[in-house]
């Protein structure tokens, strides 16, 4: 019995240490948001979708208008994923995002 209890005190502390705050969440989606605007490449980039949170990464969708002059300024849309606590933003095209852009 004690032995349990041991176990389950050990595993609570556990839980409890590993576990963050609102505000920690908060300035983790916000930072790795700001990221991913300035990596997206695009011109007026906004967030779309996400955060998507998973074990060391955050996923968003990202929108804006492609700058290239041959894109015509179409709309352009790409995934970042982001790793946290550290990491760079890294950038790929959404497939035929562009296809119904104007």
Known sequence: MRTLLTL????????????SSPD???DL???TGEACLKQSGLK???LVEGPTTFAHAVLYKVQ???PQPHMKN???RVYC???YPDGTAEIV???NASANGK
Not at 8 to 19: C, E, G, V
């Open 64 to 66: 804006g208008r492609w």
């Open 24 to 26: 920690a969440w908060n």
């Open 93 to 95: 095209d959404v497939p």
């Open 8 to 19: 389950t005190f050990f595993a609570a502390s556990i839980t409890a240490a590993h576990a």
């Open 74 to 76: 179409k709309i352009g």
């Open 44 to 46: 007026k980039p906004r």
């Open 81 to 83: 994923l982001h790793p």
């Open 29 to 31: 989606y916000r930072t």
